[in-house]
């Protein structure tokens, strides 16, 4: 990838993040990268590709982080690594701000892609299962919609102390 293609990825993720993805402009996207807007419909063709763009770099990143649960055959380190993804989206600017656009495109869009989760869903469900929980579908579910929320206070309370909240549900799940 050439570095103005990179310039134009990181400026439109850092601009779609704040702003959000339809009150940004490609020219406002085009000044923040140093290039000109022609360049961004070269290498994209539209706002829309340049989202795509963005969108196909974080999934490799989600990739790692959810083979790395999946693969795990111990029931509680599943359920750790499941609350330590909070700690990947607050570990880089460019993680935060992935993530955060994520997030701002699911309220913009009203839309929930929860066949993403569903590998990380599933590995959940088996921990639960084999450390004996009486409801496993429930307790994976509701886990994940907790994680939702904390990511939410994440992005939009600014002095959210993400430490504690997962340092609490790790108690409460005594991993």
Request: net charge negative.
């Amino acid at each position: 990838m050439t570095s103005k293609k990179e310039n134009i990825l990181n400026a439109a993720l850092e601009l779609f993040a704040l702003e959000g993805y339809y009150a940004t402009s490609t020219s406002a996207i085009a000044k923040k990268a140093g290039v000109s807007e022609g360049l961004i419909f070269r290498h994209f063709k539209n706002k829309e590709g340049l989202l795509e763009a963005i969108f196909l770099m974080g999934e490799e990143q989600v990739k790692v982080i959810f083979a790395d649960i999946v693969l795990e055959i111990e029931p509680k380190k599943v359920i750790e690594k499941v609350i330590d993804i909070a700690n990947e989206i607050a570990s880089t600017s460019e993680s935060y701000r992935f993530w955060k656009l994520q997030y701002k495109i699911k309220w913009e869009t009203e839309s929930y892609h929860e066949e993403k989760m569903l590998p990380v869903l599933n590995a959940l469900k088996h921990a639960f299962e084999t450390l004996g929980y009486e409801d496993p579908n429930s307790e994976a579910a509701l886990l994940l919609q907790i994680l939702d929320g904390i990511a939410t206070r994440l992005f939009l309370q600014q002095n959210f102390d993400l430490t504690s909240a997962l340092s609490h549900l790790k108690v409460k799940y005594k991993v």
